[in-house]
Structure formats: structure tokens, C-alpha cells
Nanobody, 116 residues
Framework: QVQFVESGGGLVQPGGSLRLSCAAS????????MSWYRQAPGKERELVAT????????NYKDSVKGRFTISRDNAKNTVYLQMNSLKPDDTAVYYC?????????WGQGTQVTVSS
């Protein structure tokens, strides 16, 4: 059974930082590209960042480039998202998944709220 368990969200002031974690299970983690997605209230879910299976290549949504860093630990089946210089527009529920939602399954996500 494929599972994604996201954690690390919270309330942070503009300019602050958070580190999200996602523990994945039920599939061969180290052969899949992994991504972070987010969904803000009233908006479609969007792709934020992607990392290759080995971690050697990353891609980011333009609005988070230079502020967010995606990484992974294949020994722990875990993917991370370091978020710095947070802005109110980053407020959303953040989800991790295989890139392209290969298995058609989502975790519960973790809420990130950026507000003063």
C-alpha cells in the first residue's frame, strides 16, 4: 500500500523558514522522481519542486526558485523541502508524491501558513 506522510508545516511569519518532510512507503522509493505539490484555498494543486531518483537533478516552480530546496534520503525513503524567505503567497497545504502521481494516491498533506 503506497503511503505518503507529510510533516513539518506550521504558522510562520513572512521571511521565515520551514522544513517539510515526507516519509514514503509501499513502493521502491529510490527509482522514482519525487515532487512536492501545494494547494492553496480555492486553487488547483500545483507542482512546486521535483528531484530525480538519485537526487542529482532538481527543478522548481519559478516563484520558489532561490528560496526552496528539495532533497531526498533514499536510505530513509524520505523527501524534504527546505523553504526559506517565505511569503504569504506560499500559504497552502503541501503534499509530496511521485512525480506525476504515478500511483494515484495522496497523503494528508501538511498545512503551511505564512502570516504576520
Amino acid at each position: 500500500q503506497v503511503q505518503f506522510v507529510e510533516s513539518g508545516g506550521g504558522l510562520v511569519q513572512p521571511g521565515g523558514s520551514l522544513r517539510l518532510s515526507c516519509a514514503a512507503s509501499g513502493f521502491t522509493f529510490n527509482i522514482y522522481f519525487m515532487s512536492w505539490y501545494r494547494q492553496a484555498p480555492g486553487k488547483e494543486r500545483e507542482l512546486v519542486a521535483t528531484i530525480s531518483s538519485t537526487g542529482g537533478s532538481t527543478n522548481y516552480k519559478d516563484s520558489v526558485k532561490g528560496r526552496f530546496t528539495i532533497s531526498r534520503d533514499n536510505a530513509k525513503n524520505t523527501v524534504y523541502l527546505q523553504m526559506n524567505s517565505l511569503k504569504p503567497d506560499d500559504t497552502a497545504v503541501y503534499y509530496c508524491n511521485t512525480h506525476g502521481n504515478y500511483f494515484g494516491s495522496w497523503g494528508q498533506g501538511t498545512q503551511v501558513t505564512v502570516s504576520s
